[in-house]
């Protein structure tokens, strides 16, 4: 009997499968996820996927999907946000799209930045609502939960600490050279902000335990209150009267005083008469009697 010979099986092609995301590209994704998650309603989904000529697009994954003005407002939300970065985005009703680094939208991140830094410079506001405790009871709690709590108040009025947050352990970098130096300056000045909303903390910390241990000694509110806050208003202030104490310089933009830490404005604050102007010797006469300016500062 024969056989008729088997013809020849072709070698079977392996299809290519998706191309693996990059590094940088997994860690924008993250950074957009976290973004959006934090603008979307509790209990919302939101999908980040790549966007196959680059990019990513951001979409509301929920099985009933909100009515579309709804979505056209969601949408728009994250894409400020995300354009807060540094980002070009274009958002409609159904998607949101992440697109390359934009000139315009770091630059806008620059003056957000220094911005912050000038309203951070005022330690004031963190120091009136440590010392009132955010409202709490020092009756209702224990003292070391009640200081957690009012420095995580505290941390949520700043909003720059969640907002850095977001974007830890993500590099950024482009391969413009315009674009390097607007990421370098983004960069330093985020560094800048962490560090001046971290002083923040650290002096709620010590006013609202110090405001707990005085209520402790003698359990009466307003008056730790009010003993904490003369203790620490000279330090507070110590960099708005060393200003107001210098010679008056012309007023050129962007020429302000850099900001001043806690650790400096204590070191200030413990300098004599840091608030009392300078007179000079010829501008002032000695009154028979008297020691003269020299001698007094002896």
């Known amino acids: 009997m024969s056989i008729e010979p088997r013809a020849r099986v072709a070698q079977e092609r392996v299809l290519p499968g998706p191309v693996p995301m990059s590094p940088e ?7 957009v996820q976290r973004i959006c998650a934090r603008v979307a309603p509790d209990g919302m989904d939101i999908g980040v996927a790549e966007l196959p000529p680059g990019g990513l697009q951001v979409w509301i994954d929920t099985p009933l999907p909100p009515a579309g003005q709804e979505s056209w407002v969601l ?9 807060l970065v540094g980002w070009h985005c274009e958002a409609d009703a159904d998607r949101l ?3 390359g680094w934009s000139a315009a939208c770091l630059q806008n991140r620059v003056r957000l930045l220094q911005s912050g830094l000038r309203r951070l410079a005022d330690f004031e506001p963190t120091a009136q609502r440590a010392v009132q405790l955010d409202g ?4 209702d709690e224990p003292a070391a939960r009640l200081v957690a709590d009012v420095c ?3 941390e949520r009025r700043l909003r720059w600490p969640e907002r850095l947050a977001e974007l830890k352990g993500f590099e950024r970098s482009s391969g413009l050279p315009h674009l390097q130096l607007l990421l370098a300056q983004v960069a330093g000045l985020e ?5 001046a909303c971290e002083e923040h903390l650290v002096m709620a910390r010590v006013l609202a335990r110090a405001v707990c241990e005085h209520y402790a000694l003698h359990a009466d509110l307003v008056r730790a209150q009010r003993e904490v806050l003369v203790e620490t208003r000279r330090w507070v202030h110590a960099s708005s009267m060393i200003r107001g104490s210098a010679t008056p310089r012309p007023s050129i933009p962007g020429a302000g005083r850099p900001h001043m830490g806690l650790a400096e404005r204590r070191i200030a604050a413990s300098v004599i008469n840091h608030g009392v102007p300078r007179a000079t010797p010829a501008a002032v ?6 020691p003269g300016i020299e001698e ?3």
Not at 75 to 83: L, N, S, Y
Not at 285 to 290: E, F, L
């Open 136 to 139: 709490h009871d020092p009756d």
């Open 296 to 298: 007094g500062a002896r």
């Open 285 to 290: 006469t000695p009154r028979a009697g008297h």
């Open 97 to 99: 799209l992440v697109l």
């Open 152 to 154: 995580a108040a505290i």
């Open 25 to 31: 590209t997994a860690a924008q994704q993250r950074v």
């Open 75 to 83: 949408h728009h939300q994250m894409a400020r946000e995300v354009a």
């Open 191 to 195: 560094a800048k902000v962490a560090g």
